[in-house]
């Protein structure tokens, strides 16, 4: 099977604030990008991976996890494990920054 | 020989029979006619058979051969439908006619059904008989999710025997308590915590109004308008005794067939018994009554000098795998008992007797239930317990670390979360945990029941060896981040002058560099709490709602809820509410529970542009702050009001707004003790007498329902504000974050409290405090408005179309 995959121009990295999410819809797919204090960016879905849902961009980021603001789950943004007690994965995509500009690969 | 006849096969009824066969085995012709297709069989074994420890044939106790042996004329899958009291005979289903000398009316009890739309659908089923059983097995193999309707011994059983078939089960129950009416709320609460470390959910304190789906049902709808899903949906409720053929036949009916201490009924020669026969206005749904009856029964039916029958305590016992319990006569106490209890929660065992005039009434036994038959004994014989000793088995809380070594590391430690030694272990020497907290908060171990928490101690104790700190480890530090604790953190930002959450968690060495969702709002409470209005408050250490300025909703949407003063409006702010709500298509407008006026589920993007429009101060009702001032009308109209409410409450309201607390504050302000603003559950509440205010502290009414307690009377409302600002700053300076008035009081004392606000130098300084920390406020919607990079950094959307 051959995939197609698009990258796209989803922000600008001197835009993006630090430890805060940044929304971005590319192609109804709701996208939540986090700059961390390192300067990596990382996307995951906007979308949290407790079974009754919300958003992640409102979340508050420590390192390199977001916690979960409604139900307060601790989610990698590297990998979207929820980390334990809690279970579950969120969906994340592939980052690309070049120069200013953020990519991102779906 | 007489002709006897019985309508219903069930326990209750042949068990008559039997006793019938023993006292007169010759004397009778007796017919038997069952409604269902099979002989007499155990109906308590049903839940073994549902969860899989029994077959149909092991539950049968009367086999067809019974019959045929003692001359018994059965007649299944038929049932009467009429009795002719006067010519004495039974007319059936099928048409056939039987004449009697005596009958026996043991037609037992359906199973209580919600009468609420959609009961009758696919999938929705009672648990009584063979059949219910042989539903819920073959709804097992083809669907996934059960919801179990009746918290009590039947349901928990169903539960757990659905559990077993694999289905993921709810049990919904109408009251606070499983099994309320056996269990006090210990052994209660040890009950649910053992059954949902099993894997049952329980949906407490839901009404079911509705079961939905098309053919069959797809979920319930609850009172409060929450939602389950299920697939399958069993109602264990009750049961209604079923006295249809008794009562088309002229045969006095209560709630069930109306019985004397014969069980005779009011037609001549028919008797009742067993779960349909109503016995001195009560219905036994326990096998042991029953078997009493039958016997007092068969006593008079054979023409014996019998006893009669007065009636049954009645002992319980749960049948689901790993819980051990039992339950006998009287549950609460009444003044006029006493109890002897022993409660080792370590090794989850809770044992209560209530004595009355030296004798026992009410057992309660968990987790250990040997002395059940004996103490049931002298229950039930009334005996003398002077001198005797209630419980054989006394406590014995072994463990400590000696015991540690010897546990295999499979072994569970916590049974709520299913965390076992070997995980303990695990996180302590990977993470380098030193406190039982962070034990907790990392593998979740001793979270939910607690009782745990001794063994979670010794397992630490004996992994850490030496290193271990007795006092250290019992500490409750701010968060799996860290050891020290709340005061320790206090205590090291004064000193050493911290002035960020950043630099806080640099110094303090957080284990997590960047901390969480619990220590970073606390950290910057603190900050603020000490530094006032020097602080520069951290944001993004806030959580969602106070980040945000808006309450989050579930679907990502959110609140917007203007400021009203006193819960005073204009026709003028009412309008540019309604031309707001109209102009964002704003789904819910409602009245708050704190007298103003919500915009529920608004687009975050349109948050800042909906403030500007509403040109109205926020109204916090999202913070960790005062949220509202409720008042009542008061001395400006109402004839009763002995005060002006409304403006001391908007004058309290004005001045404390926006002030960061540990947790939300709420105030209220009534004219006189009516109290129409229920000051009595505020944090703060004001009631006003002839000539001054009484203000009343710590009132809850949420989660820890308490009425405040009397905290001063005064005479004028500039002393309202001093000892309200003086008793504020205390609460801010001294309770934990996130700790209520109401936790908080109970905790230090409200003597103490009292005696520290009597001072009034004291009440100086704190008035000083707590002015120079209000100066730092700025009302945040019209900062939002006025500054693009906040717009920018939380409001914003971003839309792009891939491969641009």
Same mark, same amino acid.
Request: charged letters at 25%; a negative charge; one cysteine or more.
């Given at each position: 099977?051959?995939?197609?995959?698009?990258?796209?121009?989803?922000?600008?990295?001197?835009?993006?604030?630090?430890?805060?999410?940044?929304?971005?819809?590319?192609?109804?797919?709701?996208?939540?990008?986090?700059?961390?204090?390192?300067?990596?960016?990382?996307?995951?879905?906007?979308?949290?991976?407790?079974?009754?849902?919300?958003?992640?961009?409102?979340?508050?980021?420590?390192?390199?996890?977001?916690?979960?603001?409604?139900?307060?789950?601790?989610?990698?943004?590297?990998?979207?494990?929820?980390?334990?007690?809690?279970?579950?994965?969120?969906?994340?995509?592939?980052?690309?920054?070049?120069?200013?500009?953020?990519?991102?690969?779906? | 020989?007489?002709?006897?006849?019985?309508?219903?096969?069930?326990?209750? @009824?042949?068990?008559?029979?039997?006793?019938?066969?023993?006292?007169?085995?010759?004397?009778?012709?007796?017919?038997?006619?069952?409604?269902?297709?099979?002989?007499?069989? %155990?109906?308590?074994?049903?839940?073994?058979?549902?969860?899989?420890?029994?077959?149909?044939?092991?539950?049968?106790?009367?086999?067809?051969?019974?019959?045929?042996?003692?001359?018994?004329?059965?007649?299944?899958?038929?049932? !009467?439908?009429?009795?002719?009291?006067?010519?004495?005979?039974?007319?059936?289903?099928?048409?056939?006619?039987?004449?009697?000398?005596?009958?026996?009316?043991?037609?037992?009890?359906?199973?209580?059904?919600?009468?609420?739309?959609?009961?009758?659908?696919?999938?929705?089923?009672?648990?009584?008989?063979?059949?219910?059983?042989?539903?819920?097995?073959?709804?097992?193999?083809?669907?996934?999710?059960?919801?179990?309707?009746?918290?009590?011994?039947?349901?928990?059983?169903?539960?757990?025997?659905?559990?077993?078939?694999?289905?993921?089960?709810?049990?919904?129950?109408?009251?606070?308590?499983?099994?309320?009416?056996?269990?006090?709320?210990?052994?209660?609460?040890?009950?649910?915590?053992?059954?949902?470390?099993?894997?049952?959910?329980?949906?407490?304190?839901?009404?079911? !109004?509705?079961?939905?789906?098309?053919?069959?049902?797809?979920?319930?709808?609850?009172?409060?308008?929450?939602?389950?899903?299920?697939?399958?949906?069993?109602?264990?409720?009750?049961?209604?005794?079923?006295?249809?053929?008794?009562?088309?036949?002229?045969?006095?009916?209560?709630?069930?067939?109306?019985? %004397?201490?014969?069980?005779?009924?009011?037609?001549?020669?028919?008797?009742? !018994? @067993?779960?349909?026969?109503?016995?001195?206005?009560?219905?036994?749904?326990?096998?042991?009554?029953?078997?009493?009856?039958?016997?007092?029964?068969?006593?008079?039916?054979?023409?014996?000098?019998?006893?009669?029958?007065?009636?049954?305590?009645?002992?319980?016992?749960?049948?689901?795998?790993?819980?051990?319990?039992?339950?006998?006569?009287?549950?609460?106490?009444?003044?006029?008992?006493?109890?002897?209890?022993?409660?080792?929660?370590?090794?989850?065992?809770?044992?209560?007797?209530?004595?009355?005039?030296?004798?026992?009434? @009410?057992?309660?036994?968990?987790?250990?239930?040997?002395?059940?038959?004996?103490?049931?004994?002298?229950?039930?014989?009334?005996?003398?317990?002077?001198?005797?000793?209630?419980?054989?088995?006394?406590?014995?809380?072994?463990?400590?670390?000696?015991?540690?070594?010897?546990?295999?590391?499979?072994?569970?430690?916590?049974?709520?979360?299913?965390?076992?030694?070997?995980?303990?272990?695990?996180?302590?020497?990977?993470?380098?945990?030193?406190?039982?907290?962070?034990?907790?908060?990392?593998?979740?171990?001793?979270?939910?029941?607690?009782?745990?928490?001794?063994?979670?101690?010794?397992?630490?104790?004996?992994?850490?060896?030496?290193?271990?700190?007795?006092?250290?480890?019992?500490?409750?530090?701010?968060?799996?981040?860290?050891?020290?604790? #709340?005061?320790?953190?206090?205590?090291?930002?004064?000193?050493?002058?911290?002035?960020?959450?950043?630099?806080?968690?640099?110094?303090?060495?957080?284990?997590?560099?960047?901390?969480?969702?619990?220590?970073?709002?606390?950290?910057?409470?603190?900050?603020?709490?000490?530094?006032?209005?020097?602080?520069?408050?951290?944001?993004?250490?806030?959580?969602?709602?106070?980040?945000?300025?808006?309450?989050?909703?579930?679907?990502?949407?959110?609140?917007?809820?203007?400021?009203?003063? @006193?819960?005073?409006?204009?026709?003028?702010?009412?309008?540019?509410?309604?031309?707001?709500?109209?102009?964002?298509?704003?789904?819910?407008?409602?009245?708050?529970?704190?007298?103003?006026?919500?915009?529920?589920?608004?687009?975050?993007?349109?948050?800042?542009?909906?403030?500007?429009?509403?040109?109205?101060?926020?109204?916090?009702?999202?913070?960790?702050?005062?949220?509202?001032?409720?008042?009542?009308?008061?001395?400006?109209?109402?004839?009763?009001?002995?005060?002006?409410?409304?403006?001391?409450?908007?004058?309290?309201?004005?001045?404390?707004?926006?002030?960061?607390?540990?947790?939300?504050?709420?105030?209220?302000?009534?004219?006189?003790?009516?109290?129409?603003?229920?000051?009595?559950?505020?944090?703060?509440?004001?009631?006003?007498?002839?000539?001054?205010?009484?203000?009343?502290?710590?009132?809850?009414?949420? !989660?820890?329902?308490?009425?405040?307690?009397?905290?001063?009377?005064?005479?004028?409302?500039?002393?309202?504000?001093?000892?309200?600002?003086?008793?504020?700053?205390?609460?801010?300076?001294?309770?934990?974050?996130?700790?209520?008035?109401?936790?908080?009081?109970? #905790?230090?004392?409200?003597?103490?409290?009292?005696?520290?606000?009597?001072?009034?130098?004291?009440?100086?300084?704190?008035?000083? #405090?707590?002015?120079?920390?209000?100066?730092?406020?700025?009302?945040?919607?019209?900062?939002?408005?006025?500054?693009?990079?906040?717009?920018?950094?939380?409001?914003?959307?971003?839309?792009?179309?891939?491969?641009?």
């Amino acid at each position: 099977m051959i995939t197609t995959k698009t990258m796209t121009l989803a922000a600008h990295y001197s835009d993006l604030p630090v430890r805060t999410g940044y929304a971005v819809t590319i192609n109804d797919i709701d996208i939540a990008l986090f700059k961390v204090t390192n300067g990596k960016v990382y996307a995951i879905e906007n979308r949290s991976p407790h079974p009754k849902g919300g958003v992640l961009t409102e979340g508050l980021v420590s390192g390199e996890y977001v916690y979960c603001p409604v139900y307060d789950w601790k989610i990698s943004l590297v990998d979207g494990r929820v980390q334990a007690p809690d279970v579950g994965q969120v969906k994340t995509f592939q980052v690309e920054v070049e120069g200013d500009n953020v990519y991102i690969i779906i | 020989m007489r002709k006897l006849v019985m309508i219903g096969n069930g326990m209750a @009824g042949v068990r008559t029979i039997e006793e019938i066969l023993k006292l007169s085995p010759n004397k009778f012709e007796i017919t038997i006619f069952g409604q269902e297709p099979h002989p007499n069989y %155990n109906r308590i074994k049903l839940s073994n058979i549902l969860q899989g420890d029994a077959s149909f044939e092991e539950i049968i106790i009367n086999p067809l051969d019974w019959y045929k042996e003692n001359n018994i004329q059965l007649f299944t899958g038929e049932s !009467v439908i009429k009795v002719d009291t006067e010519r004495k005979f039974v007319r059936t289903d099928k048409g056939r006619e039987v004449v009697y000398d005596d009958l026996i009316i043991a037609t037992g009890s359906n199973s209580f059904i919600l009468p609420i739309p959609g009961s009758d659908k696919m999938g929705v089923t009672g648990f009584r008989d063979i059949k219910d059983c042989e539903m819920m097995i073959k709804s097992a193999e083809e669907y996934k999710k059960a919801v179990v309707i009746g918290g009590g011994l039947l349901g928990l059983e169903a539960a757990r025997g659905l559990l077993n078939l694999g289905m993921k089960v709810d049990v919904v129950h109408l009251m606070p308590s499983l099994m309320e009416r056996q269990l006090d709320p210990i052994a209660s609460s040890l009950l649910k915590a053992e059954l949902e470390s099993q894997g049952m959910r329980f949906l407490m304190e839901k009404e079911t !109004v509705e079961i939905i789906g098309d053919e069959r049902v797809a979920g319930l709808r609850f009172k409060d308008g929450s939602f389950a899903r299920a697939d399958l949906v069993v109602m264990a409720i009750g049961i209604k005794s079923n006295t249809s053929v008794a009562k088309d036949s002229g045969i006095y009916v209560n709630r069930g067939i109306v019985v %004397n201490d014969f069980m005779e009924t009011s037609a001549p020669n028919v008797y009742a !018994v @067993g779960e349909c026969a109503e016995h001195r206005e009560i219905v036994y749904g326990l096998v042991a009554p029953l078997y009493e009856q039958g016997k007092v029964l068969a006593e008079r039916i054979c023409g014996k000098e019998a006893a009669p029958y007065e009636g049954s305590v009645t002992g319980t016992q749960l049948k689901v795998a790993g819980v051990d319990l039992y339950s006998a006569g009287e549950i609460f106490e009444d003044g006029t008992t006493k109890s002897i209890m022993v409660y080792n929660e370590f090794e989850g065992i809770y044992k209560r007797v209530l004595i009355r005039d030296n004798r026992v009434v @009410g057992i309660v036994l968990y987790g250990d239930t040997k002395d059940s038959t004996r103490l049931f004994r002298v229950l039930s014989k009334k005996e003398d317990i002077t001198g005797i000793s209630i419980f054989e088995s006394q406590c014995s809380a072994e463990g400590g670390s000696g015991d540690i070594a010897s546990m295999p590391n499979d072994e569970l430690v916590c049974g709520c979360n299913g965390v076992t030694k070997g995980a303990i272990v695990e996180a302590i020497k990977t993470q380098g945990l030193t406190t039982l907290d962070q034990v907790s908060h990392c593998t979740n171990a001793g979270r939910s029941c607690g009782r745990c928490k001794p063994m979670v101690n010794d397992i630490l104790a004996y992994t850490l060896g030496d290193q271990f700190d007795a006092a250290a480890a019992q500490k409750t530090s701010i968060c799996g981040c860290t050891t020290i604790s #709340r005061e320790e953190l206090i205590t090291e930002i004064k000193e050493k002058g911290l002035s960020s959450v950043k630099e806080v968690m640099n110094v303090l060495e957080w284990r997590n560099e960047e901390g969480c969702t619990k220590c970073r709002p606390a950290i910057n409470y603190y900050l603020g709490m000490i530094h006032m209005n020097e602080y520069k408050d951290d944001r993004d250490s806030r959580l969602v709602n106070e980040k945000m300025h808006a309450n989050i909703q579930k679907d990502g949407t959110y609140s917007v809820v203007p400021r009203m003063y @006193g819960g005073v409006t204009t026709a003028a702010d009412l309008k540019k509410i309604a031309e707001v709500a109209q102009k964002y298509d704003v789904p819910l407008v409602k009245l708050t529970g704190g007298q103003r006026i919500g915009l529920f589920g608004v687009k975050k993007e349109d948050l800042p542009s909906m403030w500007k429009e509403l040109d109205m101060p926020s109204g916090y009702a999202y913070g960790k702050t005062l949220r509202t001032v409720k008042t009542c009308v008061g001395a400006q109209f109402c004839r009763y009001g002995t005060q002006d409410s409304m403006s001391l409450g908007i004058e309290l309201e004005k001045k404390f707004e926006r002030l960061d607390t540990p947790h939300k504050v709420k105030m209220g302000v009534s004219a006189c003790p009516r109290n129409c603003s229920e000051a009595g559950i505020k944090d703060i509440g004001f009631v006003g007498i002839d000539g001054g205010w009484e203000i009343y502290v710590a009132g809850n009414g949420g !989660v820890d329902l308490r009425a405040g307690d009397l905290l001063a009377t005064v005479k004028t409302e500039a002393e309202v504000m001093e000892m309200t600002g003086a008793y504020l700053q205390y609460y801010r300076e001294t309770a934990n974050y996130l700790e209520r008035t109401s936790k908080w009081v109970e #905790r230090v004392g409200l003597e103490h409290v009292k005696e520290v606000l009597a001072n009034e130098e004291t009440r100086k300084a704190l008035n000083e #405090r707590m002015d120079q920390t209000l100066k730092k406020y700025i009302e945040p919607w019209n900062e939002a408005i006025e500054s693009e990079s906040i717009k920018d950094k939380y409001y914003a959307v971003h839309t792009v179309k891939a491969g641009e």
